[in-house]
């Protein structure tokens, strides 16, 4: 426990702070970026991006070394690996484009294709004298063992700016994520939008490389933007939401994995990610599991109340456990079944309504208001007294509710 | 092509093949159900369900891995289409929050247990090991009639055999069903059809391949089959049975070419290592796909015209 204090308060050395401001960073910047490609539904081209990056890394490494360099500075295996996912987006636009293929197939075989290649990739560098300690594995599964203040700036700078460029194209691509017709139509080069959206995301990945790996990257690019989702309604929000879930999650995870062994760090940012989002599935009010049940227990609850009252007003027995609980627990009706006075006066009650509301769908011309007779909505809400009035002059006078049947 | 090549290569074609075509043929229909992207998400998952396997049984064997990926396959699809209710989430976003979350599940696991003295590491499952399955008693053609011989084929080779005369065995019984649900669902079922069962069990057919083509090619690879071959014999034609045959042929090809590129590729070349042969399978799959894309007779999206699809 005090590990993971220490380590929460970047007090658990050097490196530890480092991954932790480093991951932090990472998580604002991919949630960000991430959240246009999920408003535009096409969360999994990131997917796709973040495995073409791998046959760069390789061929950034074979010709750094041939040009007689170490191969291993980051700066350019990461140059490398933007280039091929840059590749892999033009090729899956154009496939989508050109071709009947749907753009699902076109995402899965670029992944699969460019994935393949950068395998083929390493073991020819496995094969080179150079290659044998170059450790180009570690961009898979991601490792932050060694990482150097250098990283976490290549990580701070790419970030801020890709956060920058999705703040100031938010209102385009906003147009594009809910309505490309009309962005189309009032102008905007569409595709052009969707490739700059990609290519932030492509931008996030390349930077996120060394430190999660390419197939977790993923996660950081797609989950915040589906758990800020369920907070809000706003484009614009979901940006803000998703960039402090995943910093929380990058900061969080890298706080855990340095607190205690054998924790690798990109795996558990993405946990904690998930933890987020299924709290956030379970608990969210509006969108949330929880408060849609709650929603739906209330609607049951009144569909029975006014069930049950109509059939107290036509002298009906009430049979049905629930509804019967539920106008006793309101002091309505006895265990057995009786009307109180209460229950008979809401009973009365409820039938007038049912009454008015059938004059008022007889007699009235407005079906945006008649429409709205749901069997639960008073008649109150939707019509101004003076019409009431007039429904009352034509039902005629009121009618004493009968004793109850077990009064009789 | 004597004795070296029937110890050395004969059974990693034969076993390449036989993953490639397992996967091409609900590759197919996925393509058709635009689902291609169920195999992305059914192969990541398989890394967890080996892992659970392994903890649970304590050994490396095939079955219970088998087993388990499939098992961890089938509760990725019922999480995914539970967020996807639940959540109101588009599928693809459910999808990415589902897989990843497992791999990473997965190689937390793998690392939190000590399996430095069983073959189980990530690299191994996400790139395959094509070229170890050698089969080191052959001593040329005449071994195949040698039973002795025979008894020590790779296990892997009796599996993905098995895994894929079921998968054509399940393709052609249920021929007429597949085609009707993946052209017209509310006509299949009104004929009485169970085509939301159908449609799960095409999935669950998916996974076994993706699970028994996993030993041979590793898990990323796998995708690149279910996709590649039948995307592109999709741009040949326009009737399913041809394009099934299309994409077997497709995918044959590419486990052959692509063996051999690699195999033997880099002695062309003047290197002395062969490469990753799962690796050089998914992009000769690649530059099948890119030709179709380029050539293929129907390529083109019905109602775009000549100039608009040269633009």
């Known amino acids: 426990m005090t590990a993971f204090l220490d380590a929460l308060l970047l007090q658990a050395g050097y490196n530890a702070a480092l991954v932790a401001i480093g991951a932090g960073l990472l998580g604002f910047a991919a949630g960000s970026s991430g959240t246009f490609l999920f408003l535009r539904k096409r969360a999994l081209v990131s997917d796709a991006v973040a495995h073409a990056t791998l046959p760069g890394v390789g061929l950034a490494f074979i010709l750094m070394v041939a040009l007689g360099g170490d191969g291993r500075s980051l700066i350019g295996l990461l140059a490398g690996s933007a280039v091929t996912a840059w590749i892999g987006l033009l090729l899956i636009e154009w496939i989508a484009r050109r071709t009947r293929l749907a753009e699902d197939a076109a995402i899965g075989a670029v992944l699969g294709v460019f994935f393949g290649l950068g395998i083929v990739l390493l073991t020819v560098i496995q094969a080179m004298s150079a290659g044998r300690q170059a450790g180009l594995e570690s961009f898979l599964l991601g490792s932050t063992a060694g990482m150097l203040f250098q990283d976490a700036v290549v990580i701070a700078v790419g970030g801020t700016l890709a956060v920058l460029a999705t703040w100031l194209l938010r209102r385009p691509m906003t147009l594009v994520a809910f309505d490309s017709d009309y962005a189309a139509a009032i102008g905007y080069d569409v595709r052009r939008i969707d490739l700059l959206m990609m290519g932030l995301v492509m931008a996030v990945s390349v930077i996120g490389l060394k430190l999660v790996g390419l197939i977790l990257i993923v996660a950081m690019l797609i989950i915040p933007p589906v758990t800020a989702r369920f907070w809000t309604d706003r484009s614009n929000r979901v940006i803000w939401i998703a960039g402090g879930v995943g910093g929380a999650a990058g900061y969080l995870g890298a706080v855990l994995s340095a607190s205690a062994p054998d924790l690798p760090t990109g795996p558990i940012i993405v946990l904690v990610a998930a933890a987020i989002f299924v709290v956030s599935l379970l608990f969210a009010p509006e969108r949330g599991v929880l408060a849609a049940v709650l929603r739906h227990r209330r609607f049951q609850a009144r569909v029975h109340r006014r069930q049950g009252l109509l059939a107290l007003a036509a002298q009906h027995l009430i049979r049905e456990p629930y509804t019967l609980r539920l106008l006793a627990r309101e002091g309505l009706v006895r265990p057995d079944g009786v009307p109180t006075e209460a229950g008979r006066a809401q009973a009365a009650k409820i039938a007038r309504d049912e009454r008015r509301w059938a004059v008022a769908r007889e007699i009235h011309q407005d079906a945006g208001l008649t429409g709205r007779y749901d069997g639960l909505t008073p008649i109150e809400e939707v019509f101004t007294t003076d019409e009431i009035a007039e429904f009352d002059r034509r039902l005629g006078p009121p009618v004493p509710v009968n004793p109850a049947v077990g009064d009789a | ?311």
């Open chain 2, 1 to 311: 092509m004597g004795a070296e090549f029937v110890q050395f290569s004969l059974t990693p074609i034969l076993i390449g093949t036989f993953a490639a075509i397992a996967c091409a043929l609900p590759g197919n229909f996925l393509i058709l159900r635009r689902q291609a992207l169920i195999g992305d998400a059914i192969s990541h998952v398989v890394l967890p369900g080996i892992v659970v396997a392994f903890l649970i049984t304590g050994i490396v064997a095939a079955i219970p891995m088998l087993l388990g990926a499939a098992g961890a396959a089938i509760v990725a699809v019922i999480l995914i289409e539970a967020i996807r209710r639940l959540g109101n989430i588009e599928p693809g976003a459910a999808m990415g929050v589902v897989f990843t979350t497992m791999f990473a599940a997965g190689v937390l696991i793998l690392e939190q247990t000590d399996t430095s003295r069983v073959h189980l590491d990530v690299e191994h499952a996400l790139m395959g090991n094509l070229e170890s399955l050698v089969w080191f008693r052959a001593e040329g053609w005449h071994s195949l009639l040698d039973p002795a011989a025979l008894a020590t084929l790779p296990d892997e080779l009796g599996r993905i055999a098995v895994a894929c005369a079921i998968i054509v065995a399940l393709t052609l019984v249920f021929w007429r069903w597949l085609k009707i649900a993946t052209f017209d669902e509310g006509f299949a079922q009104a004929l009485g059809i169970p085509a939301a069962a159908l449609g799960f069990g095409l999935v669950v057919t998916a996974a076994i391949a993706a699970v028994a083509a996993f030993d041979a090619v590793g898990s990323i690879i796998v995708i690149a089959m279910f996709i590649c071959p039948p995307a592109a014999a999709r741009l040949m034609t326009n009737r399913l049975e041809h394009q099934i045959w299309w994409s077997v042929a497709f995918a044959t090809l590419s486990a052959v070419l692509g063996y051999v590129f690699a195999g033997y590729g880099p002695l062309w070349f003047g290197g002395e290592n062969a490469v990753s042969a799962a690796g050089m399978i998914a992009a000769v799959s690649g530059v099948i796909l890119g030709l179709a894309c380029l050539y293929g007779p129907h390529r083109g999206r019905v109602g775009v015209g000549k100039e608009e699809a040269a633009a």
